[in-house]
């Protein structure tokens, strides 16, 4: 249980530094009025990994993490790394809890179900934050940093988190169902949640 526990804490490092990477060097950065940018990129992808992998605690700590580093780095974005961490983690929270609480993927061996509900966890966790984002983001920007822009930047984040969402959630799932049977082999498959019976 305790070497677990450190190959998780590990392994949030290890997505944290992932996320971070994907975010800051692999993203498309767009320049929007007023100084401010959004951006299309894969971190969110990383982050539902992390969440399928790790658990929604561990795996989005670690993309929060890392994507929260990414904003304090950028002299554009470092003013949103709080908004970010929030975000971030919660996409690993729903994720985690569609994933592991109502689905249970890593209990079952039905490779159909498997799919299903990873698939449904990571449209939950990205859905959530194609919401969230924008919407968190337009209220940060007005009430936090009183930015007039607001109004102006909220359809082209809207835009850019929606693509995000369909990109990663395609991602992810393809990943996570790819990766699965080397975590097993490896001894790296972390069986979460708890169950009463294994289908």
């Known amino acids: 249980m305790r070497n677990e ?27 929007l009025p007023g100084g401010d940018a959004t951006s299309i990129h894969l971190g969110n992808a990383v982050c539902v990994l992390g969440a399928l992998i790790l658990g929604g605690l561990y795996g989005g700590i670690g993309g929060a993490l890392g994507m929260t580093i990414g904003d304090i780095f950028d002299p554009v974005y470092v003013v949103y790394a709080p908004k970010t961490f929030l975000l971030k983690l919660c996409i690993g929270l729903i994720t985690g809890l ?6 249970k993927i890593t209990h079952i061996s ?67 169902m790819a990766l699965r049977p080397a975590l097993q082999k490896a001894g790296l498959f972390f069986k979460l949640g708890k169950t009463d019976a294994v289908k």
């Not at 569609?98 to 689905?103: L, T």
């Not at 509900?117 to 968190?136: K, R, S």
């Open 98 to 103: 569609i994933a592991h609480k109502c689905g």
């Open 110 to 176: 039905d490779k159909k179900k498997i799919f299903q509900w990873t698939l449904l966890a990571a449209i939950g966790g990205l859905a959530f934050n194609m919401v969230a984002d924008p919407l968190v983001g337009y209220f940060y920007k007005l009430l936090i940093l009183g930015k007039p822009a607001a109004d102006i930047t909220l359809a082209w984040n809207i835009a850019s988190t929606s693509i995000n969402a369909v990109l990663s959630t395609i991602v992810a799932v393809a990943v996570y």
């Open 5 to 31: 526990k450190v190959q998780k804490l590990v392994m949030t490092g290890v997505f944290a530094a992932l996320s971070y990477v994907v975010f800051t060097f692999l993203q498309i950065k767009i320049t």
